[in-house]
């Protein structure tokens, strides 16, 4: 009775040891990866996120400099990893250099606002002239204003606050002799915060209405 | 007994697909398909649409579903309607899968295919506004873009 389990143990050993040494072979030479996605800050020096997501899961990345890197479909990518600049150069070469001048973008203005109000901070009540003075030189017909809350309360509360923060805008623009049909007003709520938090979080920074000039 | 017999079945069938084909053609023409415009060419560069390659010069209109080529010298930047960024390396092939901007109906979207190459995105005012549709599609992984700006190589896939 003894041999057969031996033989057993012996035939799983083999099994194993072959089977490892298998997945070795083929691991060690160490295939290049075929993809790498790279994160790099907008021209203004903020930074986004990309979400990269394969059959095998997803990573995300926040940080810039930093790469992922995918080998196959059916494998997750890798975990984020600085990239040297040098790297950078052999891997993109000129390439940022072929791209289209940034200056004729839209230009973005950011309006904060009190706790749980449409009042205006101070220091955002400011900046309404330097925004007509842009919509005005750029002769711009389409005007974004988008308005957002912090995380405090329910949703259906802070989508009303932030459709009332993004309409006292639009109101203050439209008093200022800007055109109401080159006003495109939407409010999100506190579905897209720009500092993110946990739910419940009082977070200044999000209070806020984007206005988004073409 | 009969009231639609097979044929009148045919015949209503055959008429609202050829209502249908007319108002969808209606609908292609006025529908402006300019979603964006070459701004930087450097070396050889082109744009397939419909089977047609077009060289790649300063001012060209680009449409949805074009593929976008450069040569092993190529650079080519292009700027969207949403004032998205985009530019390739050498050596490269990028799809325009879908591309939609019209503020006022809110409808964005922008999904772009990469085969190979190496390429630069500057995100624009749909993924500003609509986050949740921006994506950038590799062989490998798909790139969902929250408001940034990234490069990517892809190597061809090989069969």
Known sequence: ?214 | MNLIGPRRLIFFSVLVFLLLSVTWEVSAIFASPKVGTVQKVIGTATVVRQGKTIPAIMGLEIWENDTLRTDPNGYMGVVFSDDTLLSLGPESVLVIDKFMFVPKQGKFSIVLRMIKGTAAYLSGLISKLAPESAYFETPTASIGIRGTKFVVKVEEEKN
């Open chain 1, 1 to 214: 009775m003894r041999l057969p389990k031996i033989l057993f143990i012996a035939w799983i050993l083999w099994f194993a040891l072959t089977g490892c040494s298998a997945k070795r072979d083929v691991i060690v030479p160490s295939q290049a990866s075929r993809d790498l996605i790279l994160l790099l800050p907008d021209p203004d020096g903020k930074v986004g996120t990309v979400h990269v997501a394969t059959k095998g899961g997803s990573q995300i990345l926040d940080k810039p400099g930093y790469a992922v890197e995918v080998e196959d479909i059916s494998k997750p990518p890798s975990v984020p990893r600085p990239v040297e600049e040098k790297e950078m150069g052999d891997l993109f070469g000129h390439l940022l250099s072929a791209q289209p001048d940034p200056a004729s973008r839209f230009i973005l203005f950011l309006f904060y606002f009190e706790h749980d109000t449409a009042k205006l901070t101070h220091e955002s009540k400011a900046l309404m002239a330097e925004v007509l003075r842009t919509i005005k030189s750029r002769k711009s017909g389409e005007v974004f204003v988008v308005g957002h809350t912090d995380l405090v309360g329910t949703e259906g509360y802070n989508t009303a606050l932030s459709s009332r923060r993004a309409n006292h805008v639009r109101g203050l623009l439209v008093s200022n002799g800007i055109k109401p049909n080159a006003l495109l007003v939407s409010f999100y709520g506190k579905a897209r915060p720009l500092v993110p938090t946990k739910d419940e979080v009082p977070e200044p920074r999000n209070r806020r209405v984007e206005v988004i000039v073409r």
